[in-house]
């Protein structure tokens, strides 16, 4: 096997990767490696064509693709080398990639890594939902690539089950089309999609939105010709009388997505069992030294902006740590606490400035975010609205930290 | 005056806006995240607009589709029309992001260009 050596290689060629390839560059890398396992760069923002994305970095509402092209022409020119139709297959913890494209496998031993693998969706397994097993059962990322990528239709009367963002976008889209959406079917008492997506994309074209409600069965042999909707109680049981039948031709599950972290598994990164995502500092190293990540593969982000950013650092880090060889260590353990889901990152120095950011468990109104070490309040901020669809996002100043406290507990409260 | 809760809606943060206005025009938006509201806000009160982002096909391109959008929001009552009239539009040659697909789209003033490259 040939080998390479490069100071930073970046893993994933979407906004993530771009933006920690860049900001690696302009910290002083030399040689920063960026692989991609597509034939373009972009990631997923290559199939979402809708716009709204870009407002708080560029003060301005960017389709999916302009965004990523935005990054792609920053990236020419700067030296950064861009291995596309490449996979990466293996990492180590020295830091050792094997990646593997036509030209064969090439080991690449990198001064420092940067995962930015995004994430992928839940399937039809990963809930359990009962029934036949017809065609007509999609991913509702799936349809979206066959749609705006591939020009290819999925069918003509659709449900879609789960109100997670992707859903509520192809709700819009398969309308657009022509496509009759029969209705938005979610699980939990409230949307797990965004505010904005609910209004521009089902209120706008009197969508349906079901809500305590799920698919309890699948019919069609072949194909798809129908399903059973019903109500479920606060017990998590089917609501007695609720059952009724739909007759649809495709179903489209929008059930969440996870951090793709097969590579960081490989290599031993210790992983958080709420976000599935690596456990990270405030350098977005994770538990390997030299191992950073950002975007998506860290935590799902609702906002492009914030993937970019934090991938921005991550970069900067790699590129600090792979001519230095280390970094400060962190001595303060963030904890989520009352009514938060989770935190990032999950350890800080306390030397520099800190944005952290974090989702709420259920929907709240009129609280605050509070940061506190030991029973001292070190930052607090007012929230009007507050949701899990939505990651909040808090910078705390270096001034603010008591190093000599080992802990950081962030909560909801009055 | 009229006084009303809003979502903005221009990128996903969803700012729920507190709003005021006369007949005639915005008086007071509360809670904005950024100065982007404003106008999303004022369009929404008094004549509603959307940005239609869709794809048309290819002449010759790599990519079988290019993505195009309304180059401005357009009336929120055009958008089933517009997606009329690029059902049968095809993009001729090779396209770049911002060429113009289709100048003046029903007569809005409004061009769709292309947000993607054909190659
Ligand atoms: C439907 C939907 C709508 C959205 N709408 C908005 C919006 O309106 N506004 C907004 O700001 N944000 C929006 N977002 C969020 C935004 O798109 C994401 O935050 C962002 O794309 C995440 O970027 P990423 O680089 O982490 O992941 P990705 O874009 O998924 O990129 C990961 C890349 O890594 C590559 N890769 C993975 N594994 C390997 C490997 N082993 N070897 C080589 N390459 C690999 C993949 O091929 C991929 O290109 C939306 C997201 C979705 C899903
Ligand atoms: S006010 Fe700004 S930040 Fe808030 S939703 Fe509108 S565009 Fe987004």
Sequence with gaps: ?414 | MNEGNIVCTVCPTSCLIDAKWDEKELISIDRAQCKLAWGYISDEIFDPKRVVTTTVPTETGKNPLVSVKTAEPVPKHLVLDIMDTLAVVQAKGPVNAGDVIVADVLGTGVNIIATSNSD
């Design chain 1, 1 to 414: 096997m040939r080998t390479e050596q490069v100071d930073v290689a970046v893993v994933g060629g979407g906004p993530a990767g771009l933006a920690a390839a860049l900001s690696a560059k302009e910290s002083g890398a030399e040689h920063v490696l960026l692989i991609e396992r597509g034939e373009r760069m972009g990631g997923i923002l290559n199939q979402c064509i809708h716009d709204g994305f870009g407002t708080k970095l560029m003060g301005e509402a960017f389709t999916g693709p302009e965004y990523a092209q935005i990054f792609i022409n920053r990236l020419t020119n700067t030296g950064v080398n861009v291995k596309l139709d490449t996979m990466v297959m293996d990492i180590s913890s020295d830091r050792e990639l094997v990646i593997c494209s036509s030209d064969g496998l090439i080991r690449v031993k990198a001064g420092a890594i940067v995962l930015c693998t995004g994430c992928r969706e839940r399937t039809r397994g990963a809930i359990r939902i009962p029934g036949t097993r017809p065609a007509g059962v999609f991913t509702a990322g799936v349809v979206q690539e066959y749609m705006n990528i591939r020009n290819l239709s999925v069918g003509r009367k659709v449900v879609i089950l789960g109100s997670g963002d992707i859903g509520l976008i192809m709700a819009r889209r398969l309308t657009l089309e022509g496509v009759e959406v029969e209705c938005v079917a979610e699980i939990l008492p409230y949307p797990s999609g965004l505010a904005r997506n609910i209004v521009q994309c089902l209120e706008d074209f009197e969508i349906p939105l079901y809500l305590s409600t799920t698919v309890v069965d699948i019919h069609g042999i072949d194909r798809v010709e129908g399903i059973t909707l019903a109500k479920i109680g606060p017990r998590g049981g089917i609501v007695r009388g609720t059952k009724r039948f739909v007759k649809c031709d495709t179903l489209l599950l929008s059930v969440g997505l996870i951090p793709e972290n097969e590579l960081a598994k490989k290599a031993g990164i210790k992983l958080s069992p709420v976000t599935a995502g690596p456990i990270v500092d405030d350098h977005f190293q994770t538990s390997i030294p030299g191992i950073f990540c950002g975007g998506n593969a860290l935590q799902v982000h609702d906002l492009v902006d914030y993937a970019s950013m934090e991938s921005e650092k991550a970069g900067r880090s790699a590129a600090f740590f792979a001519g230095a060889g280390k970094l400060p260590s962190p001595s303060i353990k963030v904890l989520p606490g009352q009514g938060i889901r989770y935190v990032i990152p999950h350890e800080v120095s306390g030397n520099e400035p800190v944005d952290f950011s974090m989702r709420v468990k259920s929907p709240e109104a009129d609280r605050y975010i509070v940061f506190k070490q030991g029973e001292k309040v070190i930052r607090r901020m007012r929230q009007i609205e507050l949701a899990p669809a939505a990651m909040i996002r808090m910078r705390v100043r270096s001034d603010r930290f008591q190093r000599s406290l080992d802990s950081l507990t962030v909560e909801v409260a009055d």
